[in-house]
T-cell receptor, first 113, second 114 residues
Framework: GENVEQHPSTLSVQEGDSAVIKCTYSDSASNYFPWYKQELGKRPQLIIDIRSNVGEKKDQRIAVTLNKTAKHFSLHITETQPEDSAVYFCAASGENYGQNFVFGPGTRLSVLP | KAGVTQTPRYLIKTRGQQVTLSCSPISGHRSVSWYQQTPGQGLQFLFEYFSETQRNKGNFPGRFSGRQFSNSRSEMNVSTLELGDSALYLC?????????????FGEGSRLTVL
């Protein structure tokens, strides 16, 4: 089955700096890779996603890159702000898997003022 | 649109008991999936229901079961509770196509097993 690894487990950056979180997956059939943000005590919410027919996707300060050959994808946050502090989860799923996602263990991002 | 609603939000049970959790998806969403969230194991997929049928199942023992009603509301049941079942149980709804897409999570039901 699919296995998703995520690094680092914790990340501290100064406000205004960039943050990068990396995930690797094992199943070459996976073709959808979302990123969820979970603030303390809140529900996970989708912040960006990418499908395997695209190498990069950007939404304002957030971008995701995908390398299908190496089976890894990364979340990039630029100009970090204190409200970016949260746990970020990557996930992978494949066509016909429905909503069966394999999540990474999460990265706790702290943005220091 | 109202979001995903889960009840109860908090509950405490003792070992050996059973528990039923409820989830009302976003109106128009036909797929409901359930995830277990723990500090040690992260988010783990339990099962997905679509049109009252279980479409996918994760690697959890048979003590974990679920169902979906004709109005897309879903329930999950855990029988013979164990201490390790203490977790946040998250329900997520989605439009229901076979292609994976955005999950809309509820606030979760936090279960404590004593």
């Amino acid at each position: 089955g699919e296995n998703v690894e995520q690094h680092p487990s914790t990340l501290s950056v100064q406000e205004g700096d960039s943050a990068v979180i990396k995930c690797t997956y094992s199943d070459s059939a996976s073709n959808y890779f979302p990123w969820y943000k979970q603030e303390l005590g809140k529900r996970p919410q989708l912040i960006i996603d990418i499908r395997s027919n695209v190498g990069e996707k950007k939404d304002q300060r957030i971008a995701v890159t995908l390398n299908k050959t190496a089976k890894h994808f990364s979340l990039h946050i630029t100009e970090t702000q204190p409200e970016d502090s949260a746990v970020y989860f990557c996930a992978a799923s494949g066509e016909n898997y429905g909503q069966n996602f394999v999540f990474g263990p999460g990265t706790r991002l702290s943005v220091l003022p | 649109k109202a979001g995903v609603t889960q009840t109860p939000r908090y509950l405490i049970k003792t070992r050996g008991q059973q528990v039923t959790l409820s989830c009302s998806p976003i109106s128009g969403h036909r797929s409901v999936s359930w995830y277990q969230q723990t500090p040690g194991q992260g988010l783990q997929f339990l099962f997905e229901y679509f049109s009252e049928t279980q479409r996918n199942k994760g690697n959890f023992p048979g003590r974990f079961s679920g169902r979906q009603f004709s109005n897309s509301r879903s329930e999950m049941n855990v029988s013979t509770l164990e201490l390790g079942d203490s977790a946040l149980y998250l329900c997520a709804s989605s439009s229901g196509t076979r292609m994976p897409g955005e999950l809309f999570f509820g606030e979760g039901s936090r279960l404590t097993v004593l």
